[in-house]
């Protein structure tokens, strides 16, 4: 972790966020009292989303893609065909 003053990360502020892409997570001080901590958004769970987009698949392969009782979104899709 790198500590640096509220000045000089204005200055450098460039620089800090490519230490930041590369895993350095940095503490912005004022007056000696951090203020702000720049670090690296947290990554995505691939497996999770894998998963998520595997249970909507299943679901509409089981329920179909419909928009109401008797309503099918291919009819819909049809229905605007003729206008």
Known sequence: MKTIGIYEARTKFAELVDEVARGTTVTITRRGKAVAVLSAPPRRDER?????????????DKHGPTLGKDVTLRELIEEGRRF
């Open 48 to 60: 999770k989303l894998r998963q998520v987009v595997k249970e909507m698949l299943e679901w509409r």
